[in-house]
């Protein structure tokens, strides 16, 4: 039997962050985490082939506050979850997170197969999946949206710009995957109710070797803020002016601000 | 088969739900409560006042560790014509006392809060799922089926709300009537505490309540409420939905107009809408009461249309929270004796009888008819702004005698009307 392992990060809803209107900074004062939309694939990807081809399925993550994803994740296919719930982690990059998940999943033991969304939603780096690949010693295959396991290997198809790649892995693989790949469930009451009863292993960083001082982030987020659309906010039919004079000052505003051209 | 089996599922964790399933896990019954929303409070819309004494009497000194808003210490009630206003604020030392206080509250908080505390007496909370059917055996409710899923429980607790279509599939309820709700809209508005207390004279902590009587829903039956909460303004209007059919403008429309209103504009003034939502109101309240209960199933709360309509404002949340405790009282009696059927489930019938959720009921029953009459929502607050216009108008043409000034506007609306109506009003009372 396989051993098929997801990884997905427990990220801010970027639905809920503000961006003030005088300095443009993000206001996360009422923001709800969720779990990062490409991994939700990464996840479904991995319930399918536990429920299909009968592959063994787990779910591994790190980050600060990562303990209240555990239900909703569960609920979602993955026979358990290994994490580790560190708050520094919330000031990381993909090199530290990278070598934590990669400890995990050599603690885990003889994984086929890492499931990891092609980015996140809220760096988008793109690099945790081929750092992990590096670090396992594992081949790496990005923008999947195509994944099947067989007796001979793992068989994927990559989505180009212009084409479509098909490729066979053989030996252990960590794949990244594109959204369309497939169609994250909505888990059912049976599902939510079973994840209540499954296991989760809270991993310390000592019991995977990862040492703070040797592994500190290559990179320092000096500042983020949002970017905002100026409008320019005008009245074109003010006074009472008549719809086709308002239509004629329109035409000429959007002629003066180069919008027609 | 279900191979799970629970003693109560609930349908809907606001508050009715919430506080069944919170007393019911105390109690040690096994309890699975079902949320649609992906959390509690994700899908509900209060104008913003919970009444406090009957979640005090569960949970004491709740306020304390809820998020509530602000505890509310001056009442407003505003009649307004398209450009003028009379106001009456009511502020009492008796608004602060235990069991008599009010809070503002947000519903996404207040309701998570609530959910949890069920969750943390051992119920079991399965959020983003909807439940689609009942699960029926020889004519008895045994369970829920919620898309592929079965479960089956000793009883189920129908606590989803106003439009329970599961109450009308329990054969409990028909559906409802245009007239028989009301619609809210509510803006929630942005502003910095401070400036909210200096606005509306208040100290740190404090809050108000406003409601509006008149131009704000343009003569239909309802009215305008604004209510404050910690860092921004609920505010809002509720009208009965028959009357929407023959409005000339749109709710939407309505809400923007209300906000433009000369006495509403400065109260927001550089506020932030950040929220806009809408919800149906129940609001026939004992003249729209459906079957309370029958074999293995009870309702609770909107979804059994437990809310005071008082013409211009409506109350709920501490009904429904009031019937979701009468429900698990009935049901920890009949998990004793082993019986969930209807003439034992009967005894939440006689504990909302005895309680103050049907009293009140009774007595606001004739409220909805006596204020269906337009004259309230027109000429009265005409009246009472064309008298108060008379008292403090001055621009040097010649004054009357007070009692002529009055008598010559009360006139306009007809002394038997007037007669009438505060006859039918104190009897409605």
Known sequence: MKKVVACYKWVI????????????????????????????????????LNEEKGCEFLAVTCGPNVEASLK??????????????????????????????AGIIKKIGNVDLVICGEGSSDDYSQQVGPRLAALLGYASVT?????DITEEGIKVERKLEDGVEVLEVKGPAVVTVLPDINKPRIPSLKQILAAKKKPTEKISLKEIG???????????????????????????????????????????????????A | MPE???DCII???????????????????????IERGTFAGSKNMTGGRLYSHSLEKIISDFASVAPVERKVVKETITMLTNDSAVSIDFQSQQLNQAQKESYTVLRADFDQWLAGKAEDAGAILAPGVRVDDLLFKDGKVTGVIAGEDEMEADVVILADGVNSLLAQKAGLKVELKPNQVAVGVKEVIELPAQVIEDRFGLNKGEGAARIFVGNCTKGKIGGG?????????????????????????????????FKSHPVIKPLIKDGKLVEYSAHLVPEAGLNMLPKLYSDGVMVVGDAAGLVINAG????????????????????????????????SLARYQDLLDRSFVMQDLKQYQKFPEFMENPRIFNEYPQLVVNIFKDMFIVDGSPGKPLRKKVLNHAKQVGLVNLLKDAWKGVKAL
């Open chain 1, 13 to 48: 809803d970027e639905a809920d962050i503000r961006v003030e209107e005088k300095d443009h900074s993000l206001n996360f004062e009422r923001a709800k985490y969720k779990i990062s939309e490409y991994d939700r694939n990464a996840i479904e990807a991995g319930a399918l």
């Open chain 1, 72 to 101: 909703d994740v569960l609920s979602r296919g993955p026979a358990s979850i290994s994490y580790v719930n560190e708050e520094w982690l919330a000031d990381v990059d993909s090199s530290v997170t990278s070598k934590i998940l």
């Open chain 1, 143 to 147: 923008f999947v949206n195509k994944l």
């Open chain 1, 210 to 260: 990862f040492d703070i001082n040797a592994s500190q982030p290559k990179l320092k987020t000096l500042s983020i803020s949002g970017t905002v659309m100026e409008r320019k906010n005008m009245q074109i039919n003010t006074d009472g002016l008549s719809i086709k004079d308002a239509a004629l000052k329109l035409v000429k505003q959007l002629n003066a601000d180069g919008s027609l």
């Open chain 2, 4 to 6: 799970e089996k629970f």
């Open chain 2, 11 to 33: 349908v809907g964790a606001g508050p009715a739900g919430s506080t069944a399933g919170f007393l019911l896990a105390n109690a040690g019954l096994e309890v699975l409560i």
């Open chain 2, 225 to 257: 409420f604004l209510y404050t909460n910690k860092n921004s303004l609920s505010l809002g209007l509720v009208f009965t939905l028959a009357d929407l059919a023959e409005s000339q403008l749109t709710v939407p429309q309505m809400l923007e107009e």
């Open chain 2, 312 to 343: 211009y404002t409506v109350r709920g949340m501490d009904l429904a929270i009031a019937s979701g405790e009468a429900a698990s009282k009935a049901i920890i009696t009949a998990k004793e004796q082993d019986d969930y059927s209807a003439a």
